[in-house]
């Protein structure tokens, strides 16, 4: 086997440092390549979160051992040895299944080494109304995960450095150019993925993984349509220190008329904000005196201007009912912490868009993480998605490899495509509702989605179907 | 001689040999005006009774002309138009028109087409006053030495006077853009976007009308009648080509029936509003102009946008259908 294995590699790579005679049968392998190409088995363009936990996935896979991944990475290797002392303002909440799949090959654990944040309980309510959603998993269980995003990637990178021999990776790579083979096999042509560098090195591949962020450069050059908009809205994020250290496991989300607002618990004194809000008003918060932007988050948190009467005792009307209907009250309403210092430098903003690939697939190439889909983050499931592609697209690709089949073959790759878009399209128009739905104060909107809210967070097996789906 | 010929109106044509004997004894009786039944008919749209009214018209003229050498014969017409080159050069000349076949005019002598030019432009003096009617023609051909019956030469609703009058204007306003032309092409003068040189075309074009702006509603309806409609909608089009050929309009697609029918639509509509404005100085009619323009440019800016907009909305609706193929697993290719 293992013989069979390095002739495989040896006819594979025939311009290796094995030396020997090159068969002549085989000119065909070596001589139209110009100079030598390695062929690789899978190559995942982009080292984000996604592309390097994907790697990191195949690198540790059993039904992989014996394949050559490479990973390219188009800028220079960001991750600090040391952690840093102030938290990053980029944060993500890890739902239970993508830390399933992160311990899977072992990078949850250094997470947990380094520093992360569990919650128990989200709570959403709306500015126009008095209603709210309560979501906990009876206060036993995790919700999520709040991880900063270099904490991420600096584990995924410790658990790639630990297979050198499977995953080759290259820093500071832009691609210029990707070639597919064309649609019948000859004997000019390579039939694998031709990928070129900005510095003129070439690869080859079975199989193109594009997880190079939302303008992916894999989408375009396969052809892939977009379907893509952008919101009218800038995310400003920020760390904030609280004004009395609690236990802060809880994550508050207030939908304001102009953008919802997320305040999720980095450490007892520390939370991360995220406030999607129109261009003008990002500009303004980032740019405004501390004292200013804290007041601005205190208010928004607290305030009740955008109440209406009408509205309010609508809302009460229900929320009678309800507890009339349903005695056993479910969880109390809390209130948010206040904030008291804005962490220095730590205020920053980007822009908020809507995009969906139509098509994940195409023969050699498949798209994970952004590059497919990109959404706005007032459910915290971007990232998720992303690692949920990577476990749908590893059991296929395992399997696929198990069998011995082509790994860049269609029928694994279509099985992948509907299987994630039947999950990533449902969540993308879902999230694209909520953030229209939220963005009004048009009185009978206001009501519908008060009254909904309300429903929602008295029927229990509803609210537990959502936090089952969003937690997959 | 026979006098038989001068009874017969139209009479089959003399041969020359007989028309010059005939026309020189009439020439010595001073009955000019019976030579003109020899003419040869080149004017066929001329109903009969208005050629014996044009006959007789002639003759009362003939009392008032400067008496001229009639010349014997056609080839003598030549030595006459010396004498007669001036302010009334194509003034009606007594020597025959008859000639051999085929009708031709020398150049020199008056054809009946500019004598009718020269009617129409001197009755148009007239129209203020007596409308478009023939009495304006009567009492224009009267300025000229002619009786007022030659208004009988034309149509009793004053069509040839309009149409007259409407190829005047576009000659006019061709000139001026011609000039105007000239100047920017010598660098005298700074090239204009083209809607504003449109909406000046369009105004000098309507200021012609106001001298005659009471009349003008009456005008525009006969000009609408059956069958004036192909050569008024002759002279519209073409001036509204002329218009865009100056305004600098290259284009060799639909866009050139589209500009041309928009600039005849805003035309129209101005001249319309302008029959019932009471502005000063036609402000509100000048202004509307300018809307209309500026309409007519952000339409093709909203073209565009449609287009554009359309072919997003089916390259949306090619990506939804994909999406929906991929959803229910039909996405399984060979």
Known sequence: MAACCRLTRFLVVPGATLGGPRLPGLRWLSGSMGTEQAVYDVVVAGGGMVGTAMACALGHNIHFRDKKILLLEAGPNKVATKLPETYSNRVSSITPGSATLLSSFGAWDHICNMRYKPFRRMQVWDACSEALIIFDKDDLDDMGYIVEN??????????????????????????????????????????????????????????????????????????????????????????????????????????????????????????????????????????????????????????????????????????????????????????????????????????????????????????????????????????????????????????????????????????????????????????????????????????????????????????????????? | MRWSHVGTPHGSLPTSKMAAAVSGFLRRTGWRFLRLQCRPVTRCQLSPMPRAFHASALALKSSDEQKYQPPPASSQQHSESQGTEEPNPESFRSNPRYTDQGGEEDEDHESEEQLQHRILTAALEFVPAHGWTSEAIAEGAQTLGLSSAAAGMFGNDGSELILHFVTQCNAKLNRVMEKEQKLVQLGQAEKRKTDQFLRDAVETRLRMLIPYVEHWPRALSILVLPHNIPASLNLLTSMVDDMWHYAGDQSTDINWYTRRAVLAGIYNTTELVMMQDSSPDFEDTWRFLENRISDAMNMGHTAKQVKSTGEALVQGMMGAAVTLKNLTGLNQRR
Request: aromatic content about 8%.
């Open chain 1, 150 to 472: 270099d904490v991420i990637m600096s584990a995924l990178t410790k658990q790639l450095d630990a297979i050198p021999d499977q995953v080759e990776v290259v820093y500071r790579s832009k691609v210029i150019s990707y070639t597919w083979p064309g649609p019948f096999c000859n004997t000019e042509n390579s039939p694998w993925v031709q990928i070129t560098l900005a510095d003129g090195r070439q690869f080859q591949t079975k199989l193109l993984i594009g997880a190079d962020g939302q303008n992916s450069g894999v989408r375009s050059a396969a052809g892939i349509q977009n379907v893509c908009w952008p919101y009218d809205q800038s995310a400003v994020v920020a760390t904030l220190h609280l004004s009395e250290p609690t236990e802060n496991n809880v994550a508050w989300q207030r939908f304001l008329p102009s953008g919802p607002i997320a305040l999720l618990p980095l450490s007892d004194t520390l939370s991360s904000l995220v406030w999607s809000t129109s261009h003008e008003h990002a500009k303004e918060l980032v740019s405004m005196e501390e004292e200013n932007f804290l007041d601005a988050i205190n208010s928004a948190f607290w305030s009740d201007a955008n109440h209406t009467d009408f509205i309010d005792s609508a809302g009460s009307m229900l929320q009678y009912a309800v507890t009339f209907l349903q005695p056993t009250k479910s969880s109390a309403r809390q209130l948010p912490p206040s904030v008291a210092k804005v962490g220095p430098k730590s205020r920053a903003l980007f822009p908020l868009g809507l995009g969906h690939a139509v098509e994940y697939v195409r023969p050699r190439v498949a798209l994970i993480g952004d590059a497919a889909h990109r959404v706005h983050p007032l459910a915290g499931q971007g990232v998720n998605m992303g690692f949920g592609d990577i476990s749908s697209l590893i059991h296929h690709l395992s399997r696929a490899a198990f069998d011995g089949k082509d790994l860049g073959s269609m029928c694994h790759l279509t099985k992948y495509e509907t299987e994630r878009q039947r999950h990533n399209v449902f969540l993308i128009a879902a999230t694209d509702l909520l953030k229209r739905l939220y963005s009004t104060t048009f009185s009978p909107l206001v009501l519908l989605r008060t009254w909904g809210l309300q429903a929602t967070n008295a029927v229990l097996p509803l609210k537990e179907q959502i936090m089952a789906f969003a937690s997959k």
